[in-house]
């Protein structure tokens, strides 16, 4: 609604983060400031080797910055331990990767089912409407190795989506997809967010779907810049 004030859910403070190469440490982030609130959808582009995906990565927990802060619901992801981190992807936020990381062994069924339940929070009315939005009824009790990487894609989607997270990031979710089914993905997770309150934040090269959400912003030589 317009004029609608909504909560800080994510923000990110003078992020800096570097890796050290055989030609000595090479700066990637430089001071990232970024903020994302309850319900809304972000955007980040940016070249490759920009440092997107690092940024991706620091604030699921999964690196550790040199310097600044991030808070997701107020917690200071930044100071949290190892099993603090776990926690909060496991209870309040999901990530998609590039890669699939489905577990071969479990059938799609259990894949996804399986964030859902370490979560506490499986709700099998939800997940079926998930495998039907993103078409995956008919593959419930094959395996990943028996899917195209396209609904391998799907599967890891729907898996990420089924607990309701507070904070859904994606790192470039569709690149493995069709464009229409692409479409699905932006049209099912902009739903999400609006129904749950849950902010999506998206790694994206293409313009056209970075369009359908409601902010754009770029990191561009180790810094965000709104466009």
């Known amino acids: 609604m317009a004029g609608e004030t909504r909560a800080s859910l994510l923000r ?3 992020l800096k983060k570097s890796f050290t190469t055989p030609q000595g440490r090479l700066a ?21 080797g920009s440092g997107k995906s690092t940024l991706l ?3 699921a927990g999964l690196d550790d910055a040199d310097e600044g802060e991030i808070f997701l619901d107020d917690v200071a992801v930044t100071r949290l331990p190892d099993f603090g981190r776990a926690a909060l992807r496991r209870e309040t936020l999901a990530v998609v990767f590039q890669q699939f990381n489905l577990i071969p062994s479990l059938t799609i069924r259990a894949n996804v089912a399986f964030q859902a339940r370490l979560a506490g929070r499986l709700d099998p ?10 078409g995956l009824e008919n593959l ?30 994606a790192d470039e979710p569709t690149g493995n997809l069709d464009e229409a089914t692409a479409d699905d993905f932006i049209k099912l997770t902009t739903e999400v967010v609006a129904a749950t309150g849950c902010a999506f934040l998206m790694i994206t090269h293409s313009k ?11 990191l561009s030589s180790g810094v965000i810049k709104e466009l």
């Open 28 to 48: 990637i982030l430089k001071g990232v400031d970024l903020e994302l609130d309850v319900g809304s959808s972000l955007a980040l582009m940016g070249e490759s």
């Open 140 to 169: 419930m009790e094959r395996y990943p190795e028996q899917l195209s990487g396209g609904q391998q894609q799907r599967v890891a989607i729907a898996r990420a989506l089924a607990p309701r997270p507070r904070l859904l990031l």
């Open 12 to 14: 990110v403070a003078g």
């Open 208 to 218: 056209r779907l970075a369009a359908r959400l409601e902010r754009q912003v770029t």
């Open 57 to 59: 990565h620091l604030i």
């Open 125 to 134: 009315v939800w997940r079926e409407e998930l495998v039907g939005r993103l």
